[in-house]
T-cell receptor
Framework: AQKITQTQPGMFVQEKEAVTLDCTYD???????LFWYKQPSSGEMIFLIY??????QNATEGRYSLNFQKARKSANLVISASQLGDSAMYFC??????????????FGKGITLSVRP | EPEVTQTPSHQVTQMGQEVILRCVPI?????FYWYRQILGQKVEFLVS????????KSEIFDDQFSVERPDGSNFTLKIRSTKLEDSAMYFC??????????????FGDGTRLSIL
């Protein structure tokens, strides 16, 4: 079974609008972390936001917020007030703590976001 | 802001040759990682490294691969006898020691490896 599922093939959003990028995960580990990374066309991987499995509140970082629904095993990224520079591939990733708090990240396939002017 | 630095940005090598990909992690980070991304596919974990030894490795990281921290700043990935299917973007990442697990892995800009 896939540990991280990102099924949206590609998303379009109008500049200044909000957009939600979906991510579901699968783990039996009670302690885990969820991460979102942005990959522009230039190829680098940029860390956006983190959510821990025991965090009581949804994570927020500027225009990024995470809609964390633990019972549904989903961790959707919400980007508010989209900008043209937000056009990129977005990856959801999970770290399972059963092998340590610095263990590997498992990535989803990614979602392409295109922001229209 | 400190960043992970990778060199070269693009490496072209003949099949069967050895390549060394280099990384300078963020200076106060103690965990180091290599990932790869075949064109159009997801990012895959290769290996993690802590305290001068491998912490974890994937099935991809077979005897063809090795990692080394030759000095206090560099972290290298060596691929021996390269194959066509080794063509990919290779990312180095580093993180601080996790406290409660909230330390993100910071990625370099990647080295694009092309095997001819």
């Amino acid at each position: 079974a896939q540990k991280i599922t990102q099924t949206q093939p590609g998303m379009f959003v109008q500049e200044k609008e909000a957009v939600t990028l979906d991510c579901t995960y699968d783990t039996s580990d009670p302690s885990y972390g969820l991460f979102w990374y942005k990959q522009p066309s230039s190829g680098e991987m940029i860390f956006l936001i983190y959510q821990g499995s025991y965090d009581q509140q949804n994570a927020t970082e500027g225009r990024y917020s995470l809609n964390f629904q633990k019972a549904r095993k989903s961790a959707n990224l919400v980007i508010s007030a989209s900008q043209l520079g937000d056009s990129a591939m977005y990856f959801c990733a999970m770290r399972e703590d059963n092998t340590g708090a610095n263990s590997k990240l498992t990535f989803g396939k990614g979602i392409t976001l295109s922001v229209r002017p | 802001e400190p960043e992970v630095t990778q060199t070269p940005s693009h490496q072209v090598t003949q099949m069967g040759q050895e390549v060394i990909l280099r990384c300078v992690p963020i200076s106060n980070h103690l965990y180091f990682y290599w990932y790869r991304q075949i064109l159009g596919q997801k990012v895959e974990f290769l290996v993690s490294f802590y305290n001068n030894e491998i912490s974890e490795k994937s099935e991809i990281f077979d005897d063809q691969f090795s990692v080394e921290r030759p000095d206090g700043s560099n972290f290298t990935l060596k691929i021996r006898s390269t194959k066509l299917e080794d063509s990919a973007m290779y990312f180095c990442a580093s993180s601080e020691v996790g406290q409660g697990g909230n330390q993100p892995q910071h990625f370099g800009d990647g080295t694009r490896l092309s095997i001819l």
